[in-house]
């Protein structure tokens, strides 16, 4: 490798594309959506994306089905006109020569409180008193795995590059992951293979329903953050049989709670921790082949590069940072300061704050 070439700034592949360089935009949810349908919000927010330099921009969460969503600010997949509404982001992405995914979800017992949307998970658990999930039986399950299937060749239908299974962060496929919220006692329980078997099942519907050649990848968690945990060892297992079934990329990353606690997926970053969770994604590219992306606490390029350089980590995503910065991929170019963002959190808080992206255009 030539010692003058910046790493940061070179290509890699993701399956059949070739991604500009090594900065991804990870998912962050938008706050955007009205009634689950896509917006000039969303609009905004992705053109700032596909401006800000980024080789690779991945989508906030869009719902597989509408009993999987959130709220009616989440985007959901299965709205008519959906396929016609995507394609003006690609439009953006395209004219700005930015590679764009949209992350597919359930989530699980995180869906909204209003009537309507899906009482389910990995068991039966009440979440508040008017909020009570029942255990997802095995036609429930192969209905999800279906609804993933069908968003992901809709998202294809509009010429989106790629799509990214959502497996962390304590949504759906993440607590059937968990052991500890996953005592099922059937064959989606127990052991990993059994844990991940809906993971995996979500995986071969997407790649059914999209065929082969275009480009899937999964965001993994290697912790949960909490007791009992998913361990190091099973994530790089669930990774090398992702990549067995044809998996393209991996994002690497950790925490399932739902209180917004000590053990939120997204803490703080302090001085000094950059690469939160950079120990596993290193695990596990050790392991694979496909690229395996790095998110967590990311602040300064000369760290960035020396990851890309000391690790087999193909490339490093940013959520936070470009929040605050959309334009921090560009920046970098010319200004090597470390990224502004304060990791204050506030922007998983308010609409508001994570339309500071466009607020500042």
């Not at 409180?113 to 008193?129: K, S």
């Amino acid at each position: 490798m030539d010692k003058d070439t910046n790493l940061i700034y070179r290509p890699f592949s993701i399956g059949s594309l070739t991604v500009p360089n090594r900065l991804v935009r990870s998912a962050t949810f938008e706050f955007a959506a009205d009634e689950g349908r896509i917006t000039q919000r969303h609009l905004d927010l992705w053109r700032l994306m596909a401006e800000g330099g980024c080789g690779l921009n991945i989508t906030g969460m869009m719902a597989t089905a509408a009993g999987g969503k959130i709220g009616p600010m989440m985007v959901e997949c299965s709205y008519d006109g959906y396929v016609d509404d995507l394609k003006k982001a690609v439009e953006v992405a395209q004219k700005n020569h930015s590679l764009l995914f949209v992350q597919l979800n359930h989530a699980g017992y995180k869906t909204s409180p209003q009537d309507g949307h899906d009482r389910l998970g990995v068991r039966a658990m009440e979440v508040a008193p008017d909020r009570v999930y029942h255990e997802a039986t095995l036609a429930e399950i192969q209905r999800i795995a279906e609804d993933f299937g069908r968003a992901a060749k809709r998202c294809q239908a509009a010429g989106i590059d790629g799509v990214q299974i959502h497996a962390a962060h304590g949504y759906l496929i993440n607590t059937f992951l968990s052991p500890y919220y996953n005592h099922r006692a059937d064959s989606y329980g127990g052991p990993m293979e059994n844990r991940a078997r809906l993971l995996f099942e979500v995986y071969e519907a997407v790649r059914g329903a999209v065929g082969q050649g275009y480009p899937v990848g999964v965001k993994l968690p290697i912790s949960d953050r909490v007791e009992p945990s998913i361990t190091l060892e099973e994530s790089v297992y669930v990774a090398q049989r992702l990549e067995k079934l044809g998996l393209d990329m991996i994002e690497i990353s950790a925490g399932l709670t739902m209180d917004g606690g000590d053990s939120s997926f997204s803490p703080a970053a302090q001085e000094g921790s950059e690469g939160l969770f950079l120990y596993g994604a290193k695990a596990v590219a050790e392991k694979v082949k496909i690229p395996t992306i790095s998110v967590g606490g990311y602040r300064r390029p000369e760290f960035v590069e020396k990851v890309l350089a000391e690790t087999p980590v193909a490339a490093i995503s940013f959520c936070r940072p470009m929040i605050r910065e959309p334009n921090l991929a560009n920046r970098w170019k010319t200004d090597r300061s470390p990224a502004t963002c304060l990791s204050c959190n506030l922007c998983f808080r308010s609409s508001e704050i994570i339309a500071c992206q466009v607020d500042k255009k």
